[in-house]
């Protein structure tokens, strides 16, 4: 059965940072694109940071660039996103997903502010 289980928001001030985890089981994460959405409240879900199947390429939305970081630990068969500089407008709802598989997991709250 597969299972990609985020966890790790919460409700940080601005400025402050956050280590998203979402840990998948019933496939591997080195054979997926892993990817991190994030949807606010009432706006449209966005693809906000990608790594390859082999971990050697990453891409970021621009919004994103230099304050957040995807990575992906294949003993642990588990994916991260670093987020450091928070600010308001990163408060979300973050989902995890085996892009290429279509394995979506079930979001972690994450809220800025102060």
């Known amino acids: 059965q597969v299972q990609l289980v985020a966890s790790g928001g919460g409700l940080v001030q601005p400025g402050g940072s956050l280590r998203l985890s979402c840990v998948a089981s019933g496939f591997r994460v080195s054979n997926a694109l892993m990817t991190w959405y994030r949807q606010p409240l009432g706006k449209e879900r966005e693809l906000i940071a990608s790594i390859s199947s082999d971990g050697s390429e990453t891409t970021y939305r621009e919004s994103v660039q230099g304050r957040f970081t995807i990575s992906k630990d294949n003993s642990e068969n588990t994916v991260y996103l670093q987020m450091t500089t928070l600010k308001p407008e990163d408060t979300a709802v973050y989902y995890c997903?085996?892009?290429?598989?279509?394995?979506w997991g079930q979001g972690t709250q994450v809220t800025v502010s102060s």
């Open positions: 997903a085996a892009l290429d598989r279509g394995y």
